[in-house]
């Protein structure tokens, strides 16, 4: 029984630290926020980012290489997101965001997992 008990508190609590920000978006915070009560900073807020097509927020004034991305369809994808975090500058040649890159994947994973799990209101997606 006291198994049963222990086994079912893991699995209430694991979501819920799954569901933490990972370490690297602490080197997003001082540009960008997400959340129900986010807000446009330097950057863009970040709610509902994957899937989304780029410099697409209409109250955000975005770089002329966003612009042009946005126009030329780019979406902001798992593929595209990954390549964007490696090498910012590399991805979108003028973009002004002043961010030399990530280099571990699973980094990057992790990121990218934590950006997904925000709908663009804000709201915490279910996983």
Same mark, same amino acid.
């Given at each position: 029984?006291?198994?049963? /008990?222990?086994?079912? %508190?893991? %699995?209430?609590?694991? *979501?819920?630290?799954?569901?933490?920000?990972? *370490?690297?978006?602490?080197?997003?915070?001082?540009?960008?926020?997400?959340?129900? $009560?986010?807000?446009?900073?330097?950057? *863009?807020? %970040?709610?509902g980012v994957v899937g989304r097509p780029v410099g697409s927020l209409d109250d955000y004034s975005y770089s002329q290489a966003m612009l042009a991305a946005r126009d030329s369809g780019v979406e902001w994808n798992r593929q595209n /997101?990954?390549?964007?975090?490696?090498?910012?500058?590399?991805? /979108? *040649?003028?973009?002004?965001?002043?961010?030399?890159?990530?280099?571990?994947?699973?980094?990057?994973?992790?990121?990218? $997992?934590?950006?997904?799990?925000? $709908?663009?209101?804000?709201?915490?997606?279910?996983?």
């Amino acid at each position: 029984m006291r198994f049963l /008990l222990v086994s079912a %508190l893991c %699995l209430m609590v694991t *979501p819920v630290v799954a569901q933490e920000a990972p *370490p690297a978006f602490n080197k997003c915070l001082a540009c960008h926020a997400i959340g129900e $009560d986010a807000v446009n900073k330097v950057g *863009p807020r %970040l709610n509902g980012v994957v899937g989304r097509p780029v410099g697409s927020l209409d109250d955000y004034s975005y770089s002329q290489a966003m612009l042009a991305a946005r126009d030329s369809g780019v979406e902001w994808n798992r593929q595209n /997101l990954t390549r964007f975090f490696k090498l910012p500058k590399h991805f /979108l *040649p003028g973009t002004s965001m002043a961010f030399a890159g990530m280099t571990q994947r699973a980094e990057i994973d992790a990121l990218i $997992d934590y950006l997904a799990s925000f $709908d663009a209101d804000g709201a915490r997606i279910a996983p």
